[in-house]
């Protein structure tokens, strides 16, 4: 059974920090691209950052660039998403995305992230 379980989302202050994590299961993880996506309400789904499933390689939406890190531990599964500098425009719920070239495509629960003072 393939699980993806999100969790580190809550609330935190403008300029402040949180990291998500993403705990995956039931499927070769190593050999998947992860992503995260967010959702803010009224808003289409939209990428956040994608990490490649050789070489780590990453890339990130233009507003995320220089504040979200995305990293994997092929070891334990999982994929974080570190978050600094947030903003109130950051507030959505996040998903978790795993996604392989055959077209094996699976998606978390979210996790809810809210920016507010």
């Known amino acids: 059974q393939v699980q993806l379980v999100e969790s580190g989302g809550g609330l935190v202050q403008p300029g402040g920090s949180l990291r998500l994590s993403c705990a995956s299961s039931g499927f070769a993880f190593s050999s998947y691209a992860m992503s995260w996506y967010r959702q803010a309400p009224g808003k289409e789904r939209e990428l956040v950052a994608v990490i490649s499933s050789v070489g780590g390689i990453t890339r990130y939406a233009d507003s995320m660039k220089g504040r979200f890190t995305i990293s994997r531990d092929n070891a334990k599964n999982t994929v974080y998403l570190q978050m600094n500098s947030l903003k109130p425009e950051d507030t959505a719920v996040y998903y978790c995305?795993?996604?392989?070239?055959?077209?094996?495509?699976?998606w978390g629960q979210g996790t809810q992230v809210t920016v507010s003072s």
């Open positions: 995305n795993a996604r392989r070239s055959s077209g094996s495509d699976y």
